[in-house]
């Protein structure tokens, strides 16, 4: 976002975008729904790659929030949207508290690979796990809001959608007020040189693992919404295709503007639901060839769309300043 | 006793064939820098062409043996055909791009492959059994083991003897060392770079196809073959030491070992175990076992 849209205009926006909801239909609220959800995990992969770092195992802390939530729900009666989305962020985040300070010392390829390989522990582990339904998983009931149920199917969409857009939507000004901080251009520089920034005095793996938590929190507030969506979940929400679908919106959105994930959530959902319509045997094909052509058209993603100021010299001049050091191991 | 034998026994027919995947995707990686996650789909569509050249010889009535090699040959020369054009028409355009762009690159060729044999075979299973009988029955120490499943030992012994004498012994192999150890200077001395990328490529992209033509009369084709062997062929090269052809073949054997084994003792526990031994490794020798340290330049 530009340097001069204010928070007070963010929230207005996001306040304007959960009132158009009323005059969407129908198909499109479930389909922004499940965008936003995959907006907010993915951006919480923008926050940890502005550190250098793509995670390829988000689907570790989706699924982690899922679960935590679909088991309190079933065992508790917990129905209330909103707890079920701050206890699936904080299921997320206890574990990203957990596995974040372990992994961050590890960078690039090795980093992408040890995160895989732990939601590979664990979907493997949920696969086999009987008394959490094994590869079917489990149902849920539909979720209420401050003790209101929704018995219109209408009225239950538009709620959903509404606290999805809601709480992504100051996820994502909590991320712009983020980026602009001390602390975010802190990430950014561990990106361009760890070391240094360890003789500067930070702690590059504190930064690292801070910036792991708040997308792992974002990562299991997804999964309660995917879970609310769906009112099922099963193991293949820690499958790497799944976390690779969520790299996929990132990498779309490119690392420069918050907006550009919603964009991108919402293009990828928008490309899916129609191939699924009209080619339904090859989405993924479509969604491989709409990867590469974005690769290569839009190398930097489709924030670069509107983003087309002074930042992109700057950036232009370190991208070209990593690539004479990237031959370096 | 006989259980430790068969659970052995058992691991290195499995180590077999993930060896040779893992060889493929280790070299692409040591040459190109690549992590191939469209390795599983040249292995999957090897495992499919192969069952269509079988079953086409089949059908005119000529022995397996036929069927065998006509398998093999017929996979070799396809794979290596689509590994040489996708490198040479589309991965040469993203060099020098983020080594992660480079793997969302070959995530979104993955996605293409899968969907295309879907489209020309169908999304239902197929069988190939047909050379899965050639070698009869055999008795080893009072176990009955196929005899098709013990030769793949040998015959994966013989390709990674095969790529180590390559790399190691001949003029070629030294080219491509020098390309795996330093590129700028490979280039300085007058090495055609990139005939060697497209050539490294194309001949991991073989190795996937050749395993999976090697396992097709052992499996039911299916989708969703890809996604399992990339990601088992994954922890088998992390867990050596990414590039590195020793590495390959210990984390064959110790993934191939631990998968007999979870299925012998605790069946509950395999992909389990696999990625548990990949993130204990990691955690402690980061490279890899077979890796040697770098020293990283600031």
Not at chain 2, 92 to 111: H, I, S
Request: charged fraction near 10%.
């Amino acid at each position: 976002m530009r340097k001069s849209l204010h928070p007070v205009v963010m929230i207005a926006l996001v306040a304007a975008v959960t009132l158009a909801g009323r005059a969407l239909p129908t198909w499109t609220l479930s389909l922004a729904t499940i965008a936003a959800s995959n907006a907010l995990i993915a951006l919480g992969i923008v926050v940890l790659a502005r550190t250098g770092n793509v995670s390829f195992g988000q689907g570790l802390f989706f699924a982690a929030g899922g679960y935590g939530v679909a088991l309190i729900a079933n065992a508790w009666g917990l129905t209330d949207a909103v707890a079920q989305v701050i206890v699936g962020a904080l299921c997320g985040g206890l574990l990203g508290l957990v596995v974040g300070p372990l992994i961050a010392r590890y960078s690039g390829i090795f980093f992408g690979m040890l995160t895989l390989a732990l939601s590979m522990v664990f979907y493997g582990a949920l696969v086999k796990s009987t008394a959490l339904g094994g590869s079917d998983g489990f149902n849920v009931g539909r979720p209420s809001l401050f003790g209101m149920s929704f018995t219109d199917p209408r009225e239950a969409d538009y709620m959903l959608y509404a606290i999805s857009v809601i709480v992504t939507g100051f996820a994502g000004i909590a991320a712009t007020i983020l980026f602009r901080s001390e602390f975010g251009l802190a990430s950014l520089a561990v990106r361009e040189n760890n070391l240094r920034v360890e003789y500067l005095g930070l702690s590059a793996n504190r930064i690292i693992s801070i910036n792991f938590l708040i997308a792992a929190i974002f990562a299991g507030a997804s999964g309660a919404f995917a879970l609310m969506a769906q009112r099922h979940i099963d193991p293949q929400f820690a499958y790497w295709t799944t976390s690779g679908e969520f790299v996929f919106v990132a990498v779309l959105a490119g690392n420069q503007s918050v907006a550009a994930v919603f964009v991108a959530s919402m293009a990828l959902e928008l490309v899916r639901s129609f191939s699924n319509l009209y080619l339904p045997n090859t989405w993924q094909l479509v969604l491989g060839v709409f990867l590469l052509g974005v690769i290569l058209f839009l190398p930097r993603g489709i924030g670069s769309l509107w983003i087309r100021d002074r930042r992109k010299r700057r950036i232009s001049t370190t991208a070209h300043l990593t690539v004479e050091r990237g031959a370096a191991p | 006793m006989n259980f430790f034998l068969t659970i052995i026994l058992d691991g290195l027919i499995q180590a077999s064939w993930l060896f040779i995947v893992a060889l493929g995707l280790t070299l692409v990686f040591g040459v190109l820098k690549i992590l191939n996650i469209a390795h599983g789909s040249f292995y999957a569509l090897g495992a499919y062409i192969a069952a269509t050249a079988v079953t086409m010889v089949a059908a005119r009535g000529l022995p397996p043996s036929v069927g065998f090699v006509a398998m093999l040959l017929s996979v070799v020369l396809i794979a290596s055909a689509i590994g040489l054009l996708l490198e040479r028409g589309l991965l040469k355009m993203f060099y020098g791009r983020d080594e992660v762009v480079l793997l969302l690159v070959t995530y979104a060729v993955f996605l293409i492959l899968e969907d295309v044999t879907k489209l020309i075979w169908g999304v239902n299973p197929i069988y190939a059994t047909q050379p899965y009988e050639l070698f009869g029955n055999l008795e080893f120490a009072g176990l009955y083991y196929v005899g098709y499943d013990l030769v793949l030992i040998p015959i994966s012994a013989v390709v990674g003897f095969a790529i180590w004498f390559g790399l190691n012994r001949t003029v070629i192999g030294k080219i491509v060392l020098a390309v795996i150890h330093n590129e700028e200077m490979s280039v300085s001395m007058g090495v055609r770079v990139n005939r060697v990328y497209a050539i490294a490529f194309a001949f991991g992209a073989l190795l996937a196809a050749l395993a999976g033509a090697l396992t097709a009369p052992k499996i039911s084709m299916q989708p969703g073959l890809s996604s399992d062997v990339i990601i088992l062929s994954f922890a088998i090269v992390v867990i050596g030491g990414l590039g590195s052809v020793e590495g390959a073949a210990i984390g064959a054997i110790l993934v191939g070992l631990a998968r007999a084994a979870s299925v012998h003792l605790m069946p509950q526990a395999e992909l389990f175990m696999i990625y548990l031994i990949m993130a204990a490794v990691l955690m402690f020798r980061p490279e890899g076992l077979f890796k040697r340290e770098t020293a990283r330049r600031i």
